[in-house]
């Protein structure tokens, strides 16, 4: 059973840090290319990050450049998005995506875990 689950999240005061974990099961972890996309309120998702397979290439939204970095351990099936100088527009849920490197066509989503900024 393939599962994504999120943790992390929580309540954070303008210009604090939080750090998502995101744990995974039931596939190949170190074949997945694996993202980061949150959903603010009334707002679509949006893509924030994402990884290579082997860590080696990184990308980031242009509004948490320099902010957020993601990371990953293949050995712990888990990825990881490290969010400092918090803004209240970074409130949102975030959710951690899994893709299949080679073919594209597995896709996985996790539940989301709650991040609030307050101003």
């Known amino acids: 059973q393939v599962q994504l689950v999120e943790s992390g999240g929580g309540l954070v005061q303008y210009g604090g840090s939080l750090r998502l974990s995101c744990a995974a099961s039931g596939f190949t972890f170190g074949s997945y290319v694996m993202s980061w996309h949150r959903q603010a309120p009334g707002k679509e998702r949006e893509w924030v990050a994402s990884i290579t397979t082997a860590a080696d290439v990184t990308n980031y939204a242009d509004s948490v450049k320099g902010r957020f970095t993601i990371f990953r351990d293949n050995a712990k099936n888990t990825v990881y998005l490290q969010m400092n100088s918090l803004k209240p527009e970074d409130t949102a849920v975030y959710y951690c995506?899994?893709?299949?490197?080679?073919?594209?066509?597995?896709?996985?989503w996790g539940q989301g875990t709650q991040v609030t900024v307050s101003s």
């Open positions: 995506k899994a893709v299949e490197s080679r073919s594209l066509a597995k896709v996985y």
